[in-house]
């Protein structure tokens, strides 16, 4: 694609309200002889479309429906259930290593309009994040659906990754806040990260 065909069809989608810009220098340079900055875009998180929140809304209800005593494990296996049908929808597959697996896994969250990165990997944890997590909106309106986005991310990960779900310490992060959802992903069993 052409520079400025590609410069047209990102400043649409700006006036949509899709994307945002600012101007910056990538290489780090200032002052004279820096160069022109550059426009840099960036999706903006929380785009919620109509359905979207009908949905969020139904699930919240459902969730508030469910019996409190009970309601954290239920919403944990429901969730376990609701990443692995996911996982199988987007065609993931168990990798060789969790590193080939959570590589699988951003590449089809991207795909399914959720990028998601890997913004720190240890040997017991990996820490993700998300600008759209399919959950968000669910839980901005019943916090206790945080045990079913929980569920999701562990469901998610260890079909990727070829574990057991109950192997994956799933904790969510900034659900409530503007910004990227972090997704704190701990393993019980050790399988090298490379």
């Given at each position: 694609m052409h520079r400025n065909v590609a410069a047209a069809?990102?400043?649409?989608?700006?006036?949509?309200?899709?994307?945002?810009?600012?101007?910056?220098?990538?290489?780090?340079?200032?002052?004279?002889?820096?160069?022109?900055?550059?426009?840099?875009?960036?999706?903006?998180?929380?785009?919620?479309?109509?359905?979207?929140?009908?949905?969020?809304?139904?699930?919240?209800?459902?969730?508030?429906?469910?019996?409190?005593?009970?309601?954290?494990?239920?919403?944990?296996?429901?969730?376990?259930?609701?990443?692995?049908?996911?996982a199988t929808a987007l065609g993931l597959s168990p990798a060789r290593s969790r590193s080939a697996g959570l590589a699988a896994l951003c590449r089809a969250a991207a795909s399914a309009g959720f990028e998601t990165t890997v913004l720190e990997r240890h040997t017991k944890r990996v820490v993700l994040a998300t600008q759209a997590c399919p959950l968000r909106a669910t839980v901005r309106l019943q916090p206790d659906a945080v045990a079913l986005d929980h569920g999701l991310w562990s469901g998610l990960v260890a079909a990727s990754c070829g574990i057991a779900a109950t192997d994956v310490e799933c904790a969510?992060?900034?659900?409530?806040?503007?910004?990227?959802?972090?997704?704190?992903?701990?393993?019980?069993?050790?399988?090298?990260?490379?």
């Open positions: 069809r990102l400043e649409r989608l700006r006036a949509a309200g899709l994307l945002t810009a600012t101007l910056g220098r990538r290489s780090g340079r200032s002052g004279p002889g820096a160069g022109r900055p550059a426009r840099l875009y960036r999706a903006v998180p929380d785009i919620e479309l109509p359905v979207q929140s009908v949905v969020a809304t139904a699930l919240a209800r459902l969730v508030h429906e469910l019996p409190g005593r009970d309601r954290p494990r239920r919403l944990r296996r429901l969730g376990e259930k609701l990443g692995r049908d996911l969510t992060g900034h659900c409530l806040e503007p910004g990227a959802c972090l997704i704190r992903i701990g393993f019980s069993r050790r399988r090298s990260v490379t």
